[in-house]
């Protein structure tokens, strides 16, 4: 449906083309021939009278004959392969072209002969150079345009195959949220039904919540920021109760942003994994996680870093998702600041104001 909407549009172009340029190939094609006829003082030429009327009849004739040459390269090049169900070899294309002007023009001088026979000498000769040159400049616009159009379609289907891959690839990123995450919390819902059921149910109405926001929220790919904070703080205290309550999370955002902006999907939940995945904290020296809005209207998510005594070695494949996908939403804020005097790891973007 579209590539024939795009054929039309071509073929548009090239008949509003055809009638912009057949009177102005018209003018310049029988100046010649007037200039010629008017300079030469031949006993031939006595009875042979230029007026206005015979003038405007030659141009028309002549723009009328060029309007039809284009038509026929249109079809030709356009149209004929289809139409005869089988492909024809361009050069034939141009062959048929050629011929079919030349046959009439050759047409159009037995009938001037006929009706005025006079002999132009070599002059004779300018109908079929003339009409050479317009099938030739006719053929040149018509690769213009065509090429034109054909450039603008694969453009737009090159944007269409990155914009399909632009979507695999957010998909691809989205499915890389939580690998560990569910086998974990069953391990720790396990101990929790042995020790305290009460806890045990707590932890399973987060973990239903959590869940749910996983099912229904991540197939798109925004969500509010006050969905994000529920997601995120439910993910939180059911990492709390994993690791005896040795994380903190602060949120100071206004109560206008957290209703109104938006963020990629599970965006704040990444940021709060990548906090407790590489940082060894514990009650003593807990986990501190901050989310703010700064005064140049970023929002920063920032926690103290606590380094593991093992150097584990680290891919940054979470932060590096998380940043692609803010790019693919057009929005490339995400930028990552490590602040090495007073040990605070800050990830800051912008929103997204839907």
């Not at 149209?79 to 048929?96: M, S, T, V």
């Not at 599970?266 to 995945?277: C, D, F, M, P």
């Not at 693919?328 to 804020?333: A, T």
Request: aromatic fraction near 12%; proline fraction near 3%.
């Amino acid at each position: 449906m579209q590539n024939q909407t795009f054929k039309n549009g071509q073929k548009k172009a090239l008949i509003r083309l055809a009638l912009i340029t057949s009177p102005i190939i018209g003018v310049y094609t029988i100046t010649p021939m007037i200039l010629f006829v008017t300079s030469v003082k031949d006993v031939q030429l006595e009875n042979f009278y230029i007026n206005e009327f015979n003038v405007i009849k030659a141009l028309v004739g002549i723009s009328f004959f060029v309007f039809i040459e284009w038509m026929l390269n249109i079809w030709l090049f356009s149209y004929a392969d289809n139409q005869l169900g089988r492909e024809i070899n361009k050069k034939y294309k141009y062959i048929f072209s050629y011929a079919f002007m030349f046959v009439a023009v050759l047409f159009s001088q037995i009938r001037r002969m006929e009706m005025n026979p006079i002999d132009f000498k070599m002059f004779s000769y300018y109908p079929f150079v003339a009409a050479t040159a317009n099938n030739t400049f006719i053929l040149i616009l018509y690769r213009l345009i065509t090429g034109r159009h054909e450039k603008a379609q694969l453009e737009l289907d090159k944007t269409k195959l990155e914009l399909a891959q632009y979507v695999t690839q957010q998909e691809q990123l989205k499915n890389k949220i939580h690998p560990h995450f569910i086998f974990n919390a069953l391990n720790t819902l396990k101990l929790l039904i042995k020790r305290e059921q009460g806890a045990a149910e707590d932890y399973l109405v987060r973990l239903s919540s959590y869940l749910r926001f996983s099912i229904t929220e991540t197939a798109k790919d925004i969500s509010l920021i006050k969905d994000e904070l529920e997601f995120c703080q439910n993910y939180i205290e059911l990492q709390k109760v994993r690791f005896a309550n040795s994380i903190t999370f602060h949120n100071l955002l206004p109560q206008e942003v957290i209703n109104n902006e938006y963020l990629p999907v599970v965006t704040l939940q990444s940021l709060a994994e990548n906090a407790i995945k590489h940082n060894a904290f514990t009650k003593r020296n807990p986990l501190v996680l901050e989310l703010r809005l700064k005064e140049d209207g970023n929002i920063a998510f920032s926690n103290n870093v606590i380094p593991k005594r093992t150097n584990e070695e680290t891919t940054g494949t979470g932060l590096d998702n998380l940043r692609r996908r803010f790019e693919l939403l057009g929005n490339d804020s995400l930028s990552i600041v490590h602040h090495q005097e007073d040990k605070q790891f800050e990830v800051t973007f912008n929103t997204i104001k839907k």
